[in-house]
């Protein structure tokens, strides 16, 4: 994997992580709303607009990290951002990873590792 496709994958993983644990924070900030309220508290919120930022950075990674590599490549490396969000959520929000979310982290990380020594 040549510099540039590892700087792209890193910033693609980032960028998503940044992303979703935006939108959990937005989301959090409508909890006791209900309806369209709570669609108007979460709207006020940077988080929100964060995460569509990061989404929209992500995009541009993703496709510039996807002309680098074939698309099977990179579909199973970039399914360690399921990895980092879970961990995201437990630090930031502490969430709760059961025994079966960690064996799953395991076997996710390992397919990315078997796949990324290629």
């Known amino acids: 994997m040549s510099q540039l496709t590892l700087i792209l994958w890193v910033l693609n993983i980032l960028t998503d992580t940044a992303g979703q644990l935006a939108f959990k924070a937005a989301a959090q900030n409508g909890v006791g709303y209900s309806g369209l309220a709570q669609w108007r508290q979460m709207m006020c919120h940077p988080w929100l607009w964060i995460g569509m930022g990061s989404y929209v950075l992500e995009f541009v990674v993703w496709l510039a990290f996807l002309s680098l590599v074939p698309l099977s490549l990179g579909m199973m490396l ?32 390992c397919g990315v590792a078997v796949v990324g020594i290629e």
Do not use: D, H, Q, Y
């Not at 970039?78 to 079966?100: A, D, Q, T």
């Open 78 to 109: 970039g399914s360690i951002n399921i990895v980092v969000i879970m961990i995201g959520g437990r630090l930031f929000f502490k969430e709760v990873l059961s025994p079966w979310s960690l064996l799953g982290i395991v076997l996710i990380a």
